[in-house]
């Protein structure tokens, strides 16, 4: 009997996982079925591909992105408010700042180094193609950038969705409140009941999800199915490489290397949240999971995930600087555009920058990669030829950007002393005997 009581015990914990990954995978069989053997016509493309599918799956996205700004914001400032001390928390900040920074630009030089020896872009002449106009994003200069993160107005930037200066009055707002404690007791405790509001919100949001990766998953393979990536091939497969390189080679190694643990145990535990924001493309939707998943399986204290993981979400896109530099050498060997050493470190400048303050949502991308072209000179036409397998990539990326958020915050948390080891090596065991 107990070890019935055990097993349901355990059925409840993750059933939402397993619902989403059923729908994950019964999404790609329907998407394919409809596009291999329904034939084209009003039933398909526009009652059930463009009617149902897409209602379904972005109705669950926007119900997501609702989420967004209000949870980043009360999370942020909960987190600088729970460090408590405004050196311990500048401390965490300068690490997880510096580790981002280098994992992106690391992500970078991988991309531009896979994409270098594999050549996706050899043999196809773009400028023979009709070419898909994309409006390049203005070049903003490095002083107009630090000063966006300034808000003029924290309620304007707020209903804008400015993550940037969300996240600098979030944080603000938060060290204030530490500093004042009890006089400022009713604000705090304000701020933490928001808090848990836009948790729980999110929980019931969530409820839906195995019905929204279906119809998003579905709706993006009945467009694409498995023929139309035919001559992308290459491009795909060295973005996807750089992906799975950074992914289990450089963050499994830093996670070893400065904490420790086992990346093992750690991939095992984490793949839920890595699956989920596969399915939906967005770092943002993966914020309470990925947090939820820190605290309770990796033993890493909120105090600390509660912090860096909605900074990672915004300032930390090294899936996103991959595409961009495996897309950049793509593009420039498809023009014929020889590109010198000068150039790839302007890219790899570029692609840093731009990945600060990207929005954690869908295809946003795509448009951060025309100002890293821009700053080469690269045709920005050349970003429609691989729009059409964006959005498997897209998925992909924003896996390994969520991924990489987590490794950051389990080794700032290794090395503030705020990991419980002895949880993350039960919690292995347990799932390792079935007990």
Do not use: W
């Amino acid at each position: 009997m107990k070890e019935n009581l055990s097993m349901d015990q355990k059925m409840k914990n993750f059933p939402l996982t397993a619902q989403i990954f059923i729908g994950l995978l019964l999404g790609a069989l329907a998407g394919v079925l409809l596009h291999e053997f329904m034939p084209a016509g009003e039933l398909r493309d526009q009652i059930l591909v463009g009617g149902v599918l897409n209602v379904v799956g972005n109705g669950f996205l926007r119900a997501m992105q609702m989420l967004v700004v209000p949870l980043v914001f009360c999370s942020l400032v909960c987190g600088s408010m729970a460090v408590g001390d405004t050196k311990k928390l500048g401390k965490i900040g300068g690490k997880i700042l510096l580790l981002y920074l280098l994992t992106t630009a690391v992500a970078i030089s991988l991309a531009i180094g896979i994409g270098r020896m594999i050549n996706p872009g050899l043999g196809l002449n773009l400028a023979e193609l009709q070419p898909v106009e994309i409006a390049p994003v203005e070049t903003v200069s490095l002083t107009d950038t630090l000063l966006g993160i300034i808000p003029k107005n924290p309620i304007e930037a707020l209903a804008k969705g400015e993550m940037l200066q969300i996240i600098l009055f979030a944080l603000i707002v938060g060290v204030i409140l530490a500093k004042l404690g009890e006089r400022a007791e009713g604000v705090s405790n304000f701020f933490s009941q928001c808090n848990d509001i836009m948790m729980e919100m999110t929980l019931m949001v969530m409820r839906f999800a195995p019905a929204g990766v279906f119809c998003l998953i579905a709706k993006t393979f009945a467009g694409i199915g498995f023929s139309a990536l035919g001559a992308m091939l290459k491009y795909m497969f060295a973005v996807l490489l750089a992906l799975a390189a950074q992914c289990f080679l450089v963050y499994m190694a830093m996670l070893k290397g400065l904490t420790g643990l086992s990346p093992v145990a750690f991939l095992r535990k984490f793949f839920p949240v890595m699956g989920f924001a596969f399915s939906t493309a967005t770092s943002n939707a993966s914020i309470p999971l990925s947090i939820d998943t820190l605290t309770k399986k990796l033993g890493v204290a909120k105090k600390i995930s509660s912090f860096t993981i909605p900074l990672g979400a915004t300032i930390n896109m090294d899936g996103t600087a991959i595409m961009q530099g495996v897309a950049v050498v793509f593009v420039a060997q498809a023009y014929g555009i020889p590109l010198a050493v000068t150039d790839y470190l302007t890219v790899i400048a570029a692609a840093t920058l731009a990945s600060i303050g990207t929005a954690g949502v869908p295809g946003v991308g795509l448009i951060t990669l025309s100002m890293v072209f821009a700053s080469i000179g690269l045709p920005v036409e050349g970003i429609g030829f691989i729009m059409g397998v964006d959005r498997l990539l897209d998925m992909a990326r924003t896996a390994v950007n969520v991924t990489g958020d987590a490794v950051c915050t389990t080794i700032v948390a290794s090395q503030e002393r705020a990991v419980d080891r002895e949880r993350f090596r039960r919690m292995t065991e347990h799932s390792d005997t079935g007990r």
